[in-house]
């Protein structure tokens, strides 16, 4: 068998034992059946055999981009189409998609698209300071491009995207995109991780087309302090974001802070309190090290001194219950609104149940936030491979997802993009 779909909620608990056995089998046999072409190819992909070249496209420019750049990326999306159909009538029984489940059992039913390498903002945690050179807009995916990766995803089992970037909403075509990826059968959420400069006047839109959740990156409450954080103005335009989304019924709406040593620690129980009148998710990031950043361990405040310091001002703060593949560790002040929550990726990984995947701006599928392995997805879809092949290459590099990263220390010294180049 060459093709592994993904099976139907109410059978997964019986199943899963069979499953787990199957999707190896799959990826074996797959493995031996692999063609020299596939070989090449795939060798192609991860060496990257494109070099990272740098321009300065501006946004005209990138809204001209925006057409599709390739040909073969609109045949292979018909084929994709007829595929999905297909697949979605009889996978009922089928297992988990062998080609998103890695040697440790974990599946990968959560995508993270970055829509483009620019921003309208400069944190200094996520851009280095000395900017970034963007990719030319031609080695960028194109609409189309994206699309097919996503309808190929969802196809074989993903139920959650997340737009992210740069910043996503300053995407010409972001609200075209949403649209499109709201047709996509079996795509649970979409959701998006915004600066939220331009969400309040994007948003009534947003939700008309489709947008389930928004994640608002917000560092500090004083502006002062914000223009010294991301390097531009605008507090008061992410204010008025986070209060729309609130308007607009998003419950909770979740904000995004990266807790630094020396910039924002001391306003952790503002944060906090904030969620006494307002249905605010704030999730409290541990500062994490990309290239340009300048992290170090002393800027860091780790998960647990964060709620030691919480628990001074509220010690009855309540741990409640989360989902498996839920990275946050959540928490809630009785009688509050809203709850706050910590992402420990630094102090206490949860590499054990992640079930994410990301690609890049540029078509590059990064199977960890913080290996630096990547295969170009665009170079396969732009040479012209068939679905099956380029499957084997997505099974291929999700197959080799090591078990856990590799320690903050590590990960500090190691070469990985800067954050922005990603998308968180
Ligand atoms: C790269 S941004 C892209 C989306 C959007 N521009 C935004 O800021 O929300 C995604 C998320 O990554 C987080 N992030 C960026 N650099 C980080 C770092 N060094 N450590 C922890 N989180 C980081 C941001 O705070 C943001 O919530
Ligand atoms: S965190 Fe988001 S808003 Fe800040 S520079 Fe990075 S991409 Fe832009």
Same mark, same amino acid.
């Given at each position: 068998?060459?093709?592994?779909?993904?099976?139907?909620?109410?059978?997964?608990?019986?199943?899963?034992?069979?499953?787990?056995?199957?999707?190896?089998?799959?990826?074996?046999?797959?493995?031996?059946?692999?063609?020299?072409?596939?070989?090449?190819?795939?060798?192609?992909?991860?060496?990257?055999?494109?070099?990272?070249?740098?321009?300065?496209?501006?946004?005209?420019?990138?809204?001209?981009?925006?057409?599709?750049?390739?040909?073969?990326?609109?045949?292979?999306?018909?084929?994709?189409?007829?595929?999905?159909?297909?697949?979605?009538?009889?996978?009922?029984?089928?297992?988990?998609?062998?080609?998103?489940?890695?040697?440790?059992?974990?599946?990968?039913?959560?995508?993270?698209?970055?829509?483009?390498?620019?921003?309208?903002?400069?944190?200094?945690?996520?851009?280095?300071?000395?900017?970034?050179?963007?990719?030319?807009?031609?080695?960028?995916?194109?609409?189309?491009?994206?699309?097919?990766?996503?309808?190929?995803?969802?196809?074989?089992?993903?139920?959650?995207?997340?737009?992210?970037?740069?910043?996503?909403?300053?995407?010409?075509?972001?609200?075209?995109?949403?649209?499109?990826?709201?047709?996509?059968?079996?795509?649970?959420?979409?959701?998006?991780?915004?600066?939220?400069?331009?969400?309040?006047?994007?948003?009534?839109?947003?939700?008309?087309?489709?947008?389930?959740?928004?994640?608002?990156?917000?560092?500090?409450?004083?502006?002062?302090?914000?223009?010294?954080?991301?390097?531009?103005?605008?507090?008061?335009?992410?204010?008025?974001?986070?209060?729309?989304?609130?308007?607009? %019924?998003?419950?909770? @709406?979740?904000?995004?802070? *990266?807790?630094?040593? #020396?910039?924002? $620690?001391? +306003? =952790? !129980?503002?944060? /906090?309190?904030?969620?006494?009148?307002?249905?605010?998710?704030?999730?409290?990031?541990?500062?994490?090290?990309?290239?340009?950043?300048?992290?170090?361990?002393?800027?860091?405040?780790?998960?647990?001194?964060?709620?030691?310091?919480?628990?001074?001002?509220?010690?009855?703060?309540?741990?409640?219950?989360?989902?498996?593949?839920?990275?946050?560790?959540?928490?809630?002040?009785?009688?509050?609104?809203?709850?706050?929550?910590?992402?420990?990726?630094?102090?206490?990984?949860?590499?054990?149940?992640?079930?994410?995947?990301?690609?890049?701006?540029?078509?590059?599928?990064?199977?960890?936030?913080? %290996?630096?392995?990547? @295969?170009?997805?665009?170079? *396969?879809?732009?040479? #012209?491979?068939? $679905?099956? +092949? =380029? !499957?084997?290459? /997505?099974?291929?590099?999700?197959?080799?997802?090591?078990?856990?990263?590799?320690?903050?220390?590590?990960?500090?010294?190691?070469?990985?993009?800067?954050?922005?180049?990603?998308?968180?």
């Amino acid at each position: 068998m060459f093709y592994c779909s993904r099976g139907a909620q109410s059978a997964e608990n019986n199943l899963r034992a069979m499953t787990a056995h199957a999707s190896m089998c799959c990826r074996l046999f797959d493995r031996q059946r692999s063609s020299k072409h596939f070989r090449k190819l795939f060798v192609q992909c991860v060496n990257g055999n494109t070099q990272r070249l740098y321009s300065g496209a501006t946004h005209k420019e990138n809204a001209l981009e925006l057409g599709d750049s390739t040909s073969s990326a609109a045949n292979f999306a018909s084929s994709v189409k007829a595929r999905t159909k297909q697949s979605l009538s009889d996978d009922s029984i089928l297992p988990f998609s062998a080609f998103l489940t890695d040697n440790f059992g974990r599946r990968h039913n959560y995508l993270r698209i970055s829509l483009t390498e620019k921003c309208n903002l400069r944190c200094q945690y996520c851009m280095p300071e000395e900017g970034v050179k963007l990719t030319p807009r031609g080695q960028l995916l194109s609409t189309s491009e994206i699309l097919t990766l996503a309808r190929l995803f969802v196809q074989e089992g993903v139920e959650k995207i997340r737009l992210t970037g740069g910043e996503p909403l300053i995407r010409p075509d972001i609200l075209d995109i949403i649209a499109e990826l709201r047709k996509l059968e079996g795509l649970k959420t979409i959701a998006v991780t915004t600066n939220g400069m331009n969400l309040a006047r994007l948003l009534p839109k947003l939700k008309d087309t489709g947008l389930d959740l928004i994640n608002i990156s917000l560092d500090t409450l004083v502006p002062a302090k914000f223009e010294f954080i991301v390097r531009r103005k605008g507090f008061h335009k992410v204010m008025e974001g986070i209060d729309k989304a609130i308007e607009m %019924g998003y419950n909770p @709406v979740k904000v995004n802070c *990266v807790v630094m040593r #020396g910039l924002n $620690e001391d +306003e =952790l !129980l503002d944060f /906090v309190a904030l969620t006494e009148k307002k249905p605010l998710d704030v999730r409290f990031i541990e500062y994490m090290p990309f290239d340009g950043n300048k992290w170090n361990f002393k800027k860091m405040v780790s998960y647990q001194e964060m709620l030691d310091h919480i628990r001074q001002q509220w010690p009855n703060l309540e741990r409640l219950e989360t989902g498996h593949t839920e990275t946050a560790k959540t928490f809630k002040v009785p009688g509050f609104k809203g709850q706050v929550g910590f992402i420990t990726s630094m102090s206490d990984h949860f590499c054990g149940s992640c079930n994410r995947l990301r690609i890049t701006a540029d078509g590059n599928l990064k199977v960890c936030l913080f %290996g630096n392995t990547e @295969v170009s997805l665009r170079d *396969v879809l732009r040479s #012209g491979v068939s $679905e099956e +092949e =380029l !499957l084997q290459i /997505v099974g291929a590099a999700v197959g080799r997802k090591k078990k856990q990263h590799a320690g903050m220390y590590n990960i500090s010294q190691m070469k990985n993009r800067p954050m922005i180049l990603i998308g968180g």
